[in-house]
Structures are given as structure tokens and as C-alpha cells.
């Protein structure tokens, strides 16, 4: 009994300090206080745009916090932006504000244009994509304390 509970508390020890060890080292600390900089600008932007839009408009700050991030993350921020920059280029080969396809695509739209539009936004909503922003939100709150989204 006495070997399992040294056992355990040296785990737990061993947890602590690699979370302090996390938090303390330059990367990480600098990616915190990028996280804590522009939460308060992504959550104006979302509240503005809303999802789709503000996702987009939040475009630059993201690639930026994703440039920061530690290695734990950085798979999960290149799949959301891979679906983010994708819808971009999407709307910007079609000549289209993200705002002019919310929720339902001009008429007069090219079919390879609709088709595009359609695939991207597929692939932004899709559970991949859904989970790799959540992941990158949660680690965001487990680690620097602060939500992204």
C-alpha cells in the first residue's frame, strides 16, 4: 500500500512539474500572453461577424497565435486554418464577401464557383475541422486560463 501511494504521489509530482515546466518555458509563456492579448480582440470580432464571418475576419490574428503555438497544438490550429484559409480563397476566387454567402449563395453564382463554395464550406463545418477548433480553444483555457472562441 505504501508503495502505491509513493507511487502515485511521484506521478502526480511528475504531472505538476511538467505543467509548470510547460508553462514556464518561453514558448509557452509566449504564446499565453499572445492568447491573452487578442482574446478580448477575437471575441469582439465573433461577436460582430458572427461565426463564419468573424472567423475569417479574425483571419491574421489566428495565423498569428497559430505561428506562436506550442507543438501539442500546432496540428490541430493547421487543421482549422487549413479549412479557414480554403473557405477565404474560396469566397475571394469567386469575387465574394463572406457576408454575401450567409446562408444562402447568390443566384447567379458559377456552378464551379458553387461547387467550391459548397466543398469549403463543408470541410469549415466539418467534424474534423469542429474538433480541431475545439481542441485548440480547450488548451487554450487548460493552459493559458483564457477561451479563444
Known amino acids: 500500500m505504501r508503495l502505491a501511494q509513493k507511487a502515485a504521489t511521484l506521478a502526480g509530482l511528475g504531472l505538476v512539474a511538467s505543467a509548470l515546466t510547460g508553462c514556464a518555458g518561453d514558448a509557452q509563456a509566449s504564446y499565453c500572453e499572445s492568447v491573452e492579448e487578442q482574446a478580448p480582440q477575437l471575441a469582439k470580432t465573433f461577436d460582430v461577424g458572427g461565426a463564419q464571418q468573424g472567423l475569417l475576419d479574425a483571419l491574421p490574428v489566428l495565423e498569428d ?70 481542441a485548440v480553444d480547450q488548451h487554450a483555457r487548460d493552459v493559458c486560463h483564457l477561451p479563444l472562441f
Open 65 to 134: 497565435l497559430a505561428g506562436e503555438a506550442p507543438d501539442d497544438v500546432a496540428g490541430d490550429w493547421r487543421t482549422l486554418l487549413d479549412a479557414l484559409t480554403g473557405l477565404q480563397d474560396v469566397l475571394e476566387t469567386a469575387g465574394l464577401e463572406p457576408g454575401e454567402v450567409d446562408g444562402k449563395l447568390p443566384e447567379d453564382l458559377p456552378a464551379a464557383d458553387r461547387k467550391a463554395l459548397e466543398a469549403a464550406s463543408v470541410r469549415l463545418a466539418s467534424p474534423e475541422t469542429v474538433e480541431a477548433a475545439n
